[in-house]
C-alpha cells in the first residue's frame, strides 16, 4: 500500500450516503437464500436457541480484495438474531469465539492498513465446545442454529486441494456433538458450497439454509427466512454435488509444474458444465440445479405456445395451493433433437420469477426464448446451427424436475448464423461422450412447427477484418512502415493511409459538438499523447501539451482511492478528462469510504429476479454518481465451472443464459444514471484455482462459443456495456489480450460490440500485441515509452548478468501491476532467425532467468578463455509491428466512450461550455 492509498485508509470515514440502502441489501440477502432442507421446522418462533458455529460471529459479508466493501457496519448472524427476538443459551462459547476472532485479527502479521485495504478476512479457527458449553446450551431449548463459513482465497498449491470443501476436524467434532444433543439443528452455509451429504441426512438436523455471501445485513435477512418473516425463493444457480469429485471439471484444475510457467487447464468437460453433466450422465447430485424450497406451494400450467423465428414465446400460469403467500420461480428448459452435433439432455432457456402470491392468488408470466438460444455450434461447419427435430420444452422447479410441455418441431437442419473466425484448439482433447439418451413418451403437449425454408435466407456470414486506417493531416510525411515489416506479424493487418484536413487548435470539446471529426482530431495528437490516452494513470509519466482552450479552468478531480482511472493531464489543454473506474462485484470497493455491501453475485442469482438486479443497479449508480465514479468493475460474468470452488461466490452461475440475462439487468440498473457505466468481466474463462496469472487454457471452439462466451454476448446484445475487460491468462496458448480473434473479430464484429477492451491488471502480454490485437485500454498503467518501442525497431536493453532489464512497479496486494521485460523489438524463439548476444563479466553471476531459458533451448551459454560468459539469444526482429492506426483506433474507442460519461459532463460544466 503506498502512502496515498494509507492516507484513504486513515483519513476517510463515516457513514453511507444513502442508508435506505441497508434495506434493499437486507431484502436481496433473505430472498438470495436457499432453504435446502426443512422437516417442519421452519418457519419458527423467535426465543431462547443455541447458536454455534464461528460464522455466528465471525460472518462472511463478502469477499476479499477487490471484492470487499467498506461500510459503516455489517449485520453478523448473532446481532441479526438478536435484534429480531432472540436469546441464546451459549452465551459463554460466543464469547470464546468472539475473544478468538479479536485475538487471531490483532496477531496477524499484517498491518490494519493492509486488512483493510486488501478486506477483512476469516483468520480464527472455530473454537471446540467443552462438555461445560454443551451442558449450558441445552438448559432451556431443543433447538440449536449452526453456522458454519468459509474465507475466499486462491489454491496455492501445485495439486489443487479439495480441504476448502469438507468440514474442519473441529466443525466435524463440534457438529457431532450438537446432533446428539438436541431435537432440532438447523445448520446455515455461511460460504460457496461445500461437502454437507454425511451431515444433510441426520435425523436430527432438520433443516438447511444456504445462506451464501449473503451482504452487510446477513443477520438480519437470515432472520426474517427463519421466521417467515420473508417466505425462501432462493434456488440454486449450481448444481450442489454429493462430493467434490462429483463434478466434470474437479480433475481439470489449474496445476502448476515446477516451474511457475507450468500452470495448465485443460476443459476436457467440453460442453458439460454443472448440470448439463449430471443431468446427462445420470450422476444424482445432492440438490439440483435450480433446486429450493419454500414454505409453500405452487402449480404451474402452460396457457400459451407460439413459435417464430424470431423467438418462442410461452405463457405460464402460477397458482399459490399453499397456506401462506411467497413467490416461484418458473424454468424452462430445453432438450434439443439428437443429431450430428452431441447434446446436452437439456439446456436452461428461459426463466421467471412471480411476484408475492397470497394463498390461491394466481399470476401469468411470459417467457420469450430467443432462438439463438437453442442453436448448438458446429465445429466443422463453423455455424451456428438448429437440427432437425423435436425441441421438448420443459417446465419445472429444478433441473431434475420437470415436466414436457410443449414441443417445436423443425423440418430441416438450418444455418442461423456463419462464423469464418472462432477459437482453434491448440492440441487434440478426449472429451466425454455421455450415453444415449431415453425415449420419452411426450404425451398430450402443446405443438409448433419451424420450417427451415421460412428462415431468412441471407445468413450471416461473420469474416475477419485484416486492415487499419491511420488518419494523417495534410503535408504529413507519414509512411507505413508495417505493410513492408518482414517479420510475421500474428493478425497482419493492411494499414491505409487517409488524409483528413488539419483542424487547428480543436479540443475534444469540438469533436462532441460536432465541430471537428474524431479523425481530424485524432490526427492532430502525437503518439506521445496516443500512448497516455491508452493506458492507465497509475504511475503514468506526465508530458507537456499545447493548450487549445483561449481560456482557463480548472477540472476539479476527486481524490478517492478506486480500481483504477484513465489520464487527466489532457483534461485543461484538450478536453480529455479523467474518467474513474472502481472494483466491486457486491459493492463499490472505495478505499476507507462506506458504501453499500450488497450479496455476493452467486446469492444475487439465487434470486433468479431481474427486477431485484435492476433494482440492485440502480442504487449502485446511484453511489456511483454521488462519488464521481464513471464506470464499475461488474458483473463478473465468468461461469462458475466448479461450484465448490471457494471462489465460486464472485460469479452468477454455471449457466450462461441465467448470468447473462441477470448480469444484462444489473447493467439497466447502473445506465439510468446519466453518464454511469458498468466494465463486464473477465472475458472469457477466469476460472483457474490458483493465483497463477499466467494460467493457459486449452479448450474446444463449441465450448468457448455455447458456454463460455454467451453470457457476455447476452449482456451486448441486451444492454451494451461500456467495456469489456479481459483476463490476465491464455487461450489455447495465446494471451486473450492479445487474442484478435475474440477482441475484434468476435466481439466487435459479430457481437457489434463498440466500447473499449480493458487488459487485466498485472497482465504479463505484449502490450503492443495487445493493441494490435484490439485491446484498447491497459490496465492499471504502464510506460508510453515501452508501448511506443512497438512503432520502432528498438535493441534489448542487458543487465549486468546477461539477462534483460526487468520492469516491476505499482504492487497491488504483493504483486506488480505493471511489469515487463526490456526485449525491445526482439521475441525470444527457439526457431528464430535472429540472435543477440549479451556478456557477463568474470566473476558476476548468470541470471536464474538466462538459465532456465537454456534449458528451454531459447538460449546458449559459451564461457570463454578469460571467464567472460556469452550468452546468444535467439529469436526474431519483430521491428515496428504496430500501426499508428491501431494507436489511434484505440483511442476513438476510449473516447467514444468518455464523451458519454460523468467527468465529460463535469468537465463541461466547469469549462461552462
Avoid at 436452461?348 to 439463438?372: D, W
Avoid at 560468459?869 to 509491428?881: A, D, H, L, Q, W
Amino acid at each position: 500500500m503506498n502512502f496515498r492509498q494509507l492516507k484513504g485508509v486513515i483519513t476517510k470515514s463515516g457513514k453511507m450516503n444513502f442508508p435506505e440502502h441497508r434495506n434493499l441489501a437486507r431484502t436481496f440477502g433473505a430472498d438470495s437464500m436457499v432453504l435446502l432442507k426443512n422437516n417442519g421446522i421452519l418457519p419458527m418462533n423467535k426465543g431462547k436457541v443455541a447458536l454455534f458455529g464461528a460464522g455466528a460471529v465471525d460472518t462472511v459479508f463478502c469477499g476479499i480484495f477487490y471484492n470487499y466493501v467498506f461500510t459503516d457496519g455489517n449485520i453478523n448472524v448473532k446481532q441479526g438474531l438478536i435484534n429480531n427476538g432472540f436469546t441464546f443459551s451459549t452465551d459463554i462459547w460466543l464469547d470464546k469465539m468472539e475473544k478468538a476472532t479479536k485475538k487471531a485479527y490483532k496477531s496477524s502479521p499484517n498491518t490494519k492498513s493492509t486488512k483493510l485495504f486488501a478486506g477483512m478476512r476469516t483468520l480464527a479457527e472455530e473454537v471446540p465446545i467443552s462438555v461445560a458449553d454443551l451442558a449450558e446450551a441445552i438448559i432451556g431449548t431443543d433447538t440449536c442454529i449452526y453456522v458454519t463459513r468459509r474465507q475466499q482465497t486462491f489454491e496455492n498449491s501445485h495439486d489443487v486441494s479439495e480441504k476448502p470443501y469438507h468440514l474442519s476436524q473441529v466443525e466435524q467434532e463440534n457438529l457431532s456433538l450438537i446432533t446428539g444433543a438436541f431435537k432440532n439443528v438447523i445448520l446455515v452455509i455461511n460460504s460457496p458450497m461445500m461437502e454437507i451429504a454425511s451431515i444433510a441426512r441426520l435425523k436430527s438436523v432438520k433443516a438447511i439454509v444456504f445462506m451464501g455471501i449473503a451482504g452487510m445485513e446477513a443477520g438480519n435477512a437470515l432472520a426474517d427466512v427463519i421466521t417467515g418473516a420473508v417466505n425462501p425463493s432462493g434456488h440454486l444457480t449450481n448444481t450442489w454435488a454429493k462430493k467434490y469429485k462429483d463434478y466434470s471439471t474437479c480433475m481439470h484444475g489449474s496445476r502448476k509444474g515446477k516451474s511457475y510457467d507450468a500452470g495448465e487447464i485443460d476443459y476436457k468437460e467440453g460442453i458439460y458444465v454443472g448440470y448439463r453433466y449430471f443431468d446427462a450422465f445420470d450422476v444424482a447430485p445432492q440438490y439440483p440445479f435450480g433446486y429450493g424450497l419454500s414454505y409453500t406451494t405452487f402449480d404451474t400450467s402452460l396457457e400459451y405456445f407460439e413459435a417464430s423465428w424470431i423467438s418462442i414465446i410461452m405463457r405460464v400460469k402460477v397458482t399459490n395451493t399453499g397456506s401462506v403467500a411467497g413467490r416461484h420461480v418458473v424454468q424452462v428448459y430445453c432438450s434439443q433433437p439428437e443429431g450430428e452435433i452431441e447434446k446436452p439432455y437439456q439446456i436452461l432457456c428461459s426463466f421467471a420469477k412471480t411476484g408475492k402470491l397470497k394463498p390461491g392468488e394466481s399470476e401469468e408470466l411470459t417467457l420469450k426464448i430467443p432462438i439463438m438460444t437453442l442453436t448448438s455450434f458446429d465445429n466443422e461447419d463453423g455455424a451456428w446451427v438448429m437440427e432437425k427435430g423435436d425441441y421438448l420444452f420443459r417446465i419445472g422447479d429444478n433441473s431434475r424436475d420437470t415436466k414436457i410441455a410443449a414441443k417445436v418441431v423443425l423440418d430441416k437442419r438450418t444455418v442461423i448464423m456463419r462464423v469464418t473466425i472462432s477459437e482453434k484448439n491448440a492440441k487434440p482433447m478426449e472429451f466425454l461422450t455421455p450415453p444415449p439418451r431415453m425415449p420419452v413418451d411426450t404425451g398430450y403437449i402443446k405443438v409448433a412447427s419451424l420450417s427451415g425454408d421460412a428462415y431468412n435466407s441471407e445468413k450471416k456470414i461473420i469474416e475477419p477484418f485484416r486492415e487499419v486506417t491511420t488518419y494523417v493531416q495534410e503535408d504529413s510525411k507519414y509512411i507505413s512502415y508495417v505493410n513492408d515489416n518482414t517479420y510475421n506479424i500474428p493478425y497482419r493487418v493492411k494499414e491505409n493511409i487517409e488524409v483528413v484536413k488539419p483542424c487547428g487548435s480543436a479540443t475534444f470539446i469540438d469533436v462532441i459538438k460536432e465541430k471537428v471529426s474524431m479523425e481530424e482530431f485524432i490526427a492532430s495528437l502525437s503518439p506521445e499523447i496516443l500512448a497516455r490516452i491508452v493506458v492507465g494513470a497509475t504511475e503514468e509519466s506526465k508530458i507537456s501539451s499545447e493548450n487549445r482552450f483561449t481560456f482557463s479552468f480548472n477540472f476539479d478531480s476527486k481524490g478517492v482511492e478506486i480500481a483504477a482511472k484513465t489520464t487527466n493531464q489532457f483534461a485543461n489543454t484538450l478536453g480529455i478528462p479523467s474518467v474513474k473506474i472502481a472494483d466491486g462485484p457486491s459493492g463499490l470497493h472505495l478505499i476507507g469510504i462506506s458504501c453499500t455491501c450488497f450479496p455476493s453475485p452467486m446469492n444475487m442469482a439465487q434470486t433468479w429476479d431481474m427486477s431485484a438486479m435492476v433494482r440492485m443497479g440502480r442504487a449502485y449508480g446511484r453511489e456511483m454518481e454521488a462519488h464521481d465514479i464513471d464506470y464499475c468493475l461488474a458483473p463478473a460474468l465468468n461461469i462458475s465451472r466448479k461450484p465448490m470452488w471457494n471462489r465460486a461466490y464472485e460469479f452468477y452461475s454455471e449457466d450462461p443464459t441465467i448470468s447473462g440475462v441477470l448480469g444484462a439487468g444489473f447493467i439497466m440498473g447502473v445506465k439510468r444514471y446519466e453518464g454511469r457505466n458498468v466494465i463486464i468481466k473477465n472475458l472469457p474463462v477466469f476460472n483457474q484455482d490458483s493465483s497463477n496469472q499466467n494460467v493457459n487454457i486449452n479448450i474446444e471452439r463449441r465450448t468457448f462459443g455455447e458456454i463460455y462466451l454467451k453470457p457476455f454476448s447476452i449482456c451486448q446484445f441486451v444492454t451494451k456495456p461500456a467495456g469489456i475487460l479481459t483476463s490476465s491468462l491464455k487461450i489455447n496458448g495465446r494471451c486473450i489480450s492479445s487474442n484478435k480473434v475474440l477482441n475484434t473479430d468476435i466481439i466487435r464484429r459479430d457481437w457489434g460490440f463498440s466500447g473499449i477492451v480493458l487488459s487485466d491488471w498485472g497482465s504479463m502480454s505484449d502490450k503492443g500485441e495487445d493493441v494490435h490485437a484490439g485491446c484498447d485500454l491497459i490496465m492499471p498503467g504502464f510506460d508510453p515509452d515501452k508501448l511506443l518501442e512497438s512503432m520502432m525497431n528498438v535493441p534489448p536493453t542487458f543487465e549486468e548478468d546477461g539477462y534483460v532489464s526487468v520492469v516491476e512497479k505499482a504492487y497491488l496486494y504483493g504483486s506488480p501491476m505493471i511489469k515487463y521485460e526490456k526485449w525491445g523489438s526482439f521475441v525470444l524463439d527457439k526457431n528464430g532467425d535472429t540472435v543477440v548476444t549479451a556478456k557477463v563479466e568474470p566473476g558476476n553471476e548468470v541470471s536464474e532467468r538466462a538459465l532456465k531459458l537454456q534449458n528451454k533451448g531459447l538460449c546458449t551459454i559459451k564461457t570463454e578463455i578469460d571467464g567472460t560468459k556469452t550468452i546468444i539469444y535467439k529469436g526474431f526482429n519483430r521491428g515496428p509491428y504496430l500501426a499508428l492506426g491501431e494507436l489511434q483506433q484505440a483511442v476513438i474507442n476510449i473516447l467514444n466512450e468518455i464523451k458519454n460519461s460523468g467527468a465529460m459532463k463535469k468537465l463541461m460544466e466547469q469549462a461552462n461550455i
